[in-house]
């Protein structure tokens, strides 16, 4: 119990990485659907870095800092787009952009 | 003993505030819940001894992507309440566990095979950010130039697409018309 293992971090990122997923879900607002895939981006970390440290191997952080690039990223083009669509259309409701009718 | 402590109550810290962002209604207590929780996660990369991550992670997320979130927050009408989908919880829910049920099956698989080798162990004497600038820069020099690469991309696109009229092409605009808007410029100034 007092003694903080690799399943402790294990544990940790899966209750978060779910409360991300509950959050991609459940949201219809587009923006908050960004926070939650940002939610779901730092679990991931959090296992990458805890591996790391375990395992005394540094590849770990390596790919956390890489994830953390394509998280930088992704949000500049994505809140551009949002900002574009927002423009257009005065709304950023998920439910707004089915243009498809199937 | 403080290792745990401190373990436990960031875990603790961490959950509510990523809780709070994923089911509150008010975008604003979303976007301070999540740069909170941002904070709070740089807590177990410096308990785990990644002290270069743990700065990164402060300095990129609640630095960078927090001030563009809240940039791009005053674009949209973030003062009413969020509409939410109206869907089966329970289905919601178990799905969500049972996708992340998976995730940390697929890191732990190699963990419990026991067939784990470092392949760049962690050099004797060197600080944390030191041996990240020697593997960085020797072993992942190629995927870091190409993430550079992929920043500017992003730079690029972000400008691009929130720039005041750059949807507008100048090529495809008459000559005229540009005139007009010239004027028309002069008149409000």
Not at chain 1, 1 to 14: A, D, F, K, P, R
Not at chain 1, 43 to 69: E, K, P, R, W
Not at chain 2, 83 to 99: D, R, T
Not at chain 2, 109 to 122: K, T
């Amino acid at each position: 119990m007092m003694e903080i293992g690799l399943n402790h971090y294990l544990v940790l990122s899966t209750i978060l990485f779910a409360i991300g997923l509950i959050g991609v879900m459940r949201r219809k607002n587009l923006l908050l659907l960004f926070f939650a895939t940002e939610i779901l981006l730092n679990s991931v970390n959090i296992a990458f870095a805890a591996i790391s440290h375990y395992y005394g191997d540094l590849t770990g952080q390596m790919f956390a800092f890489f994830v953390i690039a394509i998280a930088a990223s992704e949000v500049a083009v994505g809140l551009g787009l949002l900002i574009v669509w927002h423009k257009r259309h005065g709304n950023i409701d998920l439910e707004t952009m089915t243009s498809m009718r199937g | 003993m403080f290792e745990a402590i401190a373990f436990y109550l960031f875990s603790f810290l961490t959950i509510t505030m990523f809780f709070i962002a994923v089911t509150t209604s008010q975008a604003l207590y979303a976007l301070t819940a999540l740069a909170a929780g941002m904070i709070f996660i740089s807590a177990f990369f410096f308990i785990l001894g990644a002290d270069f991550l743990g700065a990164i992670q402060i300095v990129v997320y609640s630095g960078a992507v927090m001030a563009l979130y809240a940039f791009g927050m005053m674009f949209f009408d973030t003062t009413r309440d969020v509409k939410e989908k109206q869907g089966n919880k329970f289905i919601i829910v178990g799905m969500g566990v049972l996708a992340a049920v998976l995730v940390v099956v697929i890191f732990a698989a190699p963990i419990v095979g026991d067939n784990i080798v470092a392949i760049y162990p962690m050099i004797e004497g060197a600080g944390n950010t030191q041996e990240v600038g020697m593997v960085l820069f020797t072993k992942y020099l190629v995927p870091f130039e190409v993430a550079a690469v992929m920043l500017l991309v992003a730079m690029i696109a972000g400008i691009v697409l929130a720039g005041k009229k750059m949807d507008l092409s100048l090529t495809l605009t008459s000559d005229d018309k540009i005139e007009e808007d010239e004027n028309n410029k002069k008149v409000l100034l």
